[in-house]
């Protein structure tokens, strides 16, 4: 649900590309150029954010 701080296979710190990476990629620009700005090389850490899918927005609807 949440993009985890840390990377779960290698360690990496990656949470705080998560808005970023969001933000462009939104806006049409092509994810794998995204996380190679980021410096994230490993397919690990680019799994996390080419998989990930936020369910925070539909999840807070249901929520008293």
Same mark, same amino acid.
């Given at each position: 649900?949440?993009?985890?701080? =840390?990377?779960?296979?290698? +360690? %990496?710190?990656?949470? *705080? @590309?998560?808005?970023?990476?969001?933000? =462009?990629?939104?806006?049409?620009?092509?994810?794998? %150029?995204? &996380?190679?700005?980021f +410096? &994230?090389? $490993? @397919?690990?850490? $680019?799994? &996390?954010?080419?998989?990930?899918?936020? &369910?925070?927005? =539909?999840?807070?609807?249901h *929520?008293k």
């Amino acid at each position: 649900m949440i993009i985890p701080v =840390r990377c779960m296979t290698c +360690g %990496k710190p990656v949470g *705080q @590309y998560w808005e970023e990476f969001k933000a =462009r990629t939104a806006k049409g620009e092509d994810p794998a %150029k995204v &996380l190679d700005d980021f +410096g &994230l090389d $490993r @397919y690990c850490c $680019r799994s &996390l954010f080419m998989t990930h899918v936020d &369910l925070t927005e =539909r999840i807070g609807k249901h *929520q008293k």
